[in-house]
């Protein structure tokens, strides 16, 4: 499930029908989001933004089992890797900081030990998780696993404005710096849900094309940035100026911001998409851009 980002032209939806808020924690250092499957058999594995899937080997494996000793199986969590934040004097030794275990941070649960929790709201679908694996495992021995298990909680949306404060982002064990808005009511959806938001401080709104640059054009001082279009195709969305810095990205995904009227390059992308935005998610944050919803942590 996507959110759409939190703008002044859908803030209003917060109104409209009960929400519930939960911080989302940050990919730190390098983590992304993942979706944590585990099959018929116990064996568990993670599937990154770019649907690479990997194996958690049987010698890291987390020992995920029910209350009465029986193995998770048949479960789809979605959810963060990040580490717990340092703190001074408990993370580190003659100056020198600890480096912390990976925690697998649940977001959502599509399913869990063979259930379906599509039709459940978000509260429930914690809840169930919660109960089913998290208190189970938090009572287990733990040796030698890839990471630990943790779970976001949510809370009504009202209260957002704790999560602003100083005060709860010391105490939050995670660094963090955008909050996800859930509908109290709905089910779980798969693609991008637009009563889903999110919001970020400072959000910087980067898009990704595909850079692709004319040939046998003399003094070319232009180059194309290619979407992502229907039944996997790509199509040309806008034109850049082509600088001694992206001459030698012809056919690269590239990582642009859009300032004062054009395409600004940022960066080369290496590790996450593999294919350009598509055409609607790019018009979303072309929204987000005109209609930012700014609000700055104290």
Request: hydrophobic content about 35%; charged content about 25%.
């Amino acid at each position: 499930m996507w959110p759409v980002s939190l703008s002044t032209k859908n803030v209003q939806s917060l109104a409209s029908k009960p929400y519930v808020v939960g911080p989302k924690p940050e990919p730190k250092p390098s983590g992304p989001r993942f979706l944590l499957y585990i099959d018929s058999s116990g064996d568990i594995f993670l599937e990154n933004m770019t649907q690479h899937i990997f194996l958690v080997d049987e010698d890291h494996a987390i020992k995920i089992e029910t209350s009465d000793g029986r193995p998770i199986t048949d479960t789809v969590l979605d959810g963060i890797i990040t580490r717990e934040k340092s703190i001074n004097d408990a993370s580190s030794c003659n100056g020198k900081e600890t480096t912390r275990k990976l925690t697998f941070v649940i977001l959502d649960a599509i399913r869990c030990n063979g259930n379906d929790l599509t039709g459940l709201n978000i509260l429930e679908r914690i809840a169930f998780v919660r109960e089913e694996i998290l208190i189970p495992s938090c009572a287990g021995v733990k040796k030698n696993e890839a990471f630990d298990l943790d779970i976001v909680k949510y809370e009504e949306a009202y209260q957002t404005e704790n999560y602003l404060s100083d005060e709860y982002a010391q105490r939050f064990k995670y660094p963090f710096r955008s909050l996800m808005f859930c509908p109290r009511a709905k089910g779980y959806k798969c693609g991008t849900n637009y009563d889903v938001f999110q919001w970020q401080e400072k959000d910087i709104q980067e898009c990704s094309f595909r850079l692709k640059i004319p040939k046998g054009i003399k003094d070319l001082k232009i180059a194309e940035l290619h979407a992502g279009g229907p039944n996997l195709s790509e199509i040309k969305y806008d034109t850049i100026r082509l600088t001694e810095e992206i001459k030698t990205l012809d056919g690269c995904i590239i990582d642009c911001r859009y300032f004062e009227h054009q395409w600004i390059f940022i960066k080369q992308r290496h590790t996450t998409a593999i294919i350009p935005m598509e055409g609607a998610q790019l018009w979303r944050k072309w929204q987000r851009l005109k209609n930012p919803f700014l609000v700055i942590f104290s």
